[in-house]
């Protein structure tokens, strides 16, 4: 798959706890979200456990144009952003392409991408998550294209990729669980079979309480998933 760098992070750290990067901007043609905007982040500071973005720097006009943003782990300490960025659509209010490959996210929620509903492409390769939750997708029913290859995922929700009607290409490869995709196939045949796929390889996991007796007879429990 031929991924394009639109925009590259030199990431590193700050006092405060927030997120800030420095643009420079041009226009592009991409082959899965055709022509656009991009933002090359020249500097992008990350602190503390917050990923929520605060300040970017650059021409506020050039940011109602942008329509593609990626971080990118080819900065080795791009592995510092833990988390999926909040704040970004109050910058790039057209943004459809997020990527954020080879950071260091290694647990999703299910609920990074409230705030990102006009999302056609998410890519999220190269990292370590192990578990991709049902309801991921459930705010960007726009979504054509996702992007999952050289995780270590090992379970999936069943209703992850249900309810994407206009999901075209969804990458899977070199997973624990599954090495498949929809890449060259016709959608509504690939992207079924994949559903399959993934619910027979990689199915979903059951989270129940652990329970065990403590002091003066409590219950303490916690919650485990079963593999």
């Given amino acids: 798959m031929k991924v394009a760098l639109i925009l590259l992070f030199a990431c590193t750290f700050h006092a405060s706890n927030a997120m800030t990067f420095k643009c420079a901007y041009a226009p592009y043609d991409n082959a899965y979200s055709g022509p656009g905007f991009q933002c090359f982040g020249s500097q992008v500071l990350v602190a503390g456990n917050s990923s929520h973005v605060t300040i970017i720097t650059g021409s506020s006009t050039e940011n109602l144009k942008v329509n593609s ?27 459809d392409f997020l990527a954020l490959n080879n950071c260091g996210i290694e647990t999703l929620r299910g609920d ?49 990729l249900i309810n994407l009607k206009n999901l075209k290409i969804a990458m899977f490869y ?47 429990c916690a919650l485990e998933k079963d593999n």
């Fill in 69 to 95: 943003l990626v971080f990118n782990g080819g900065i080795a300490v791009c592995s510092e952003i833990t988390q999926v960025p909040k704040g970004l659509m109050s910058f790039f209010p057209k943004l």
């Fill in 112 to 160: 990074e991408l409230v705030e990102y509903p006009n999302l056609k492409r998410f890519d999220i390769a190269g990292g370590n998550i192990q578990y991709l939750p049902s309801q991921f997708f459930a705010s960007t029913p726009l979504i054509e294209v996702v992007y999952f290859g050289n995780n270590k995922i090992k379970n999936v929700g069943v209703d992850l």
């Fill in 174 to 220: 070199n997973q624990e669980c599954i090495h498949s995709s929809t890449f060259n196939n016709p959608p509504e045949y690939a992207v079924q079979n994949l559903i399959v796929e993934l619910h027979t390889k990689c199915p979903d996991i059951e989270i129940k309480p652990q329970c065990e007796v403590g002091n003066n007879d409590e219950r303490i």
